[in-house]
């Protein structure tokens, strides 16, 4: 079955760690995203990219950094400058980005958490 | 400005009843896309329904249906015949068009529904 796998389901960081999150799809999408969402809040657009070796800032990328080497994956990695980083991290994934009617596929999550 | 505005953080209906989820959006585009997500307590954003700025018709999918007025800025989901497993977060979203700089999904903060059996 196509879909998206994120791991871990769950993290823990200690001051001052760095830790990446893993999101690998095997949908042949093209553009691949990063969401945090927290508490009683909305997802907000941390990264995305939409070919290999390519990636866009998005409203809060301060603090995170991702690569895309591979099509199918997509890792985020939470460093030490991200002084709030529990959370709920969601990877998604989509055909292209940009057109008005571009459904995104989900993964199931991770959560982040500070020791 | 926030782009979606759901106003209902939380939302209760009787199982088997309908039930309407509010949401509404900002944009000065004339072609922009709007969607809705169900996100149960597994944390997985699961599609539901999709609707066009240009759409004549109310989208529908099975038990969903988008109740569009774009006049009022308005594209409230419908949930008829609740179940118990429609007990979940739901998110509305928009994308404007490509090439205005926002053509990527923005969400709002979602509203909590809960059947009751």
């Known amino acids: 079955d196509g879909g998206i796998t994120q791991s871990p389901k769950y993290l823990f960081r200690k001051e001052g760690q760095n830790v990446t999150l893993s999101c690998e799809q095997n949908?042949?999408?093209?553009?691949m995203y990063w969401y945090r969402q927290d508490p009683g809040q909305g997802l907000r657009l941390i990264y995305y990219?939409?070919?290999?070796?390519?990636?866009q800032k998005g409203d809060i990328a301060e603090g995170y950094s991702v690569s895309r080497e591979k099509k199918e994956s997509f890792p985020l990695t939470v460093t030490s400058a991200q002084k709030n980083p529990t959370a709920f991290y969601l990877c998604?994934?989509?055909?292209?980005?940009?057109?008005?009617?571009?459904?995104?596929?989900f993964g199931s999550g991770t959560q982040l958490s500070v020791l | 400005a926030q782009k979606i505005t759901q106003t209902q953080p939380g939302m209760f209906v009787q199982e088997k009843e309908a039930v309407t989820l509010d949401c509404t959006y900002d944009t000065s585009d004339q072609s922009y896309g709007l969607f809705w997500y169900k996100q149960p307590s597994s944390g997985e954003m699961i599609f539901l329904i999709y609707?066009?700025?240009?759409?004549?018709q109310n989208a529908t999918e099975g038990r969903y249906s988008l109740n569009f007025q774009k006049a009022r800025k308005s594209a409230n989901l419908v949930i008829s015949a609740s179940q118990l497993g429609d007990s979940a977060m739901y998110f509305c979203a928009m994308r404007e068009a490509p090439g205005s700089g926002s053509e990527k999904l923005v969400f709002g903060k979602g509203t909590k529904l809960t059947v009751n059996p």
């Open positions: 949908l042949n999408h093209d553009a």
């Open positions: 998604a994934s989509s055909i292209v980005v940009g057109p008005r009617d571009e459904k995104l596929f």
């Open positions: 990219s939409q070919i290999v070796n390519d990636f």
């Open positions: 609707q066009g700025s240009y759409d004549e």
